[in-house]
């Protein structure tokens, strides 16, 4: 168990490896913010998208901006990529409603307009959520004071 490891695995995109990792790393420190906002991206990768979305929302709860905030180049974030590879591809390796889910959380990395206008999608597909419907209530409060 190292944060080292963990980062050396998400930085080589091996995305299952990265993820045992950082969850031990979270397991001993649940206050590392770093380490959970990569893991978010893992479990979107692993197919683990209700986990990526309870770490989501708990995060963005507690600092959304730390997620905004992220710069895609020295954080060596994957996002950008991986939204392009979900938006472009119709055969991507999840279902619709996960597609949501993932670009939703992945774009607020990189564009918080983006990433809202996905979970406003996700909430008229899927409008008795209360997750969705508790996500948004966050990203209302926040556009209305920074937007």
Request: proline content about 2%; some cysteine.
């Amino acid at each position: 168990m190292s944060e080292m490891l963990a980062n050396q695995y998400f930085m080589a995109r091996k995305y299952v490896e990265a993820e045992s990792e950082l969850e031990e790393l979270i397991s001993i420190d649940t206050t590392n913010k770093a380490a959970r906002k990569k893991l978010i991206i893992c479990y979107s990768q692993n197919h683990k998208t209700d986990l990526a979305l309870e770490v989501f929302y708990n995060l963005i709860l507690e600092d959304i901006d730390f997620i905004i905030d992220t710069d895609v180049v020295s954080d060596d974030c994957p996002c950008p990529e991986l939204v392009t590879e979900i938006e472009e591809s119709d055969q991507y390796k999840f279902n619709y409603t996960d597609k949501l889910k993932i670009a939703g959380m992945l774009w607020l990395y990189c564009n918080f307009e983006k990433s809202y206008e996905y979970f406003k999608k996700l909430s008229l597909v899927m409008p008795k959520d209360k997750m969705i419907t508790a996500i948004i209530d966050v990203y209302n409060v926040y556009a209305s004071k920074h937007i």
